[in-house]
């Protein structure tokens, strides 16, 4: 049912669908019946998008929790960045500050991203395709931007479930269409 938990939009067309219809119905009859009926729609709507909205899914909470990477990347705040990281992933880290040091960046996009989380709602793959423009060193690096796809191995923390990076692979293209 994830239609309904990650999604407003269902339950706003079918609402409007029902809208339409009883308004159509009050216009050729005049019948107060139809005014109560687009009241008890109008309530059953909201009442569906306010539910939906309350309701965090795994695979937004990882959607939330790479939106959060983005932003500190565009901000060039690598601590913020490296929170998101799993302290255990030296590895990774160190790829990280040391890609970083040499740039500056200006802008982050994420143009697409496919996010699977597994059943147990404990671990999700990211599979993102990503724009990043930057100052630096250009002599070395050859260009102002990098088309990047970056795939992403999460695992959600048992202590507070805050999901955070185990892994990650990135290739880099010199434009989106190259990806």
């Known amino acids: 049912m994830t239609w309904f938990t990650e999604n407003p939009l269902p339950p706003v067309v079918i609402g409007i669908v029902i809208e339409a ?14 005014l109560w009926g687009m009241i008890a729609t109008l309530a059953v ?13 795994p695979r937004e909470a990882v959607t939330a929790t790479l939106e959060q ?4 990347l565009a901000k060039n705040d690598r601590a913020e960045l490296l929170t ?19 740039i500056t960046v200006t802008e982050a996009k994420i143009n697409e991203s496919k996010v699977d989380v ?7 793959k990211a599979d993102l395709k990503s724009v990043v423009h930057f100052e630096g060193n ?13 795939n992403v191995d999460l695992q959600k923390r048992d202590s507070d479930g805050k999901w ?3 892994d990650a692979t990135y290739e880099v293209a010199k434009s989106p269409g190259d990806l």
């Open 69 to 72: 990477m983005r932003a500190a």
């Open 45 to 57: 709507v909201g009442a569906a998008v306010v539910t939906e909205r309350m309701i965090v899914t």
């Open 21 to 34: 219809a009883l308004v159509v119905g009050l216009a050729r009859t005049g019948k107060r019946a139809f």
């Open 84 to 102: 998101h990281i799993d302290p255990t992933s030296i590895t990774l880290r160190n790829k990280v500050q040391n890609d970083l040091a040499v």
């Open 164 to 166: 955070l990076v185990k």
């Open 138 to 150: 250009a002599a070395t690096l050859g260009h102002k931007f990098v088309a990047v796809r970056i």
């Open 118 to 124: 597994d059943p147990s709602g404990k671990f999700a």
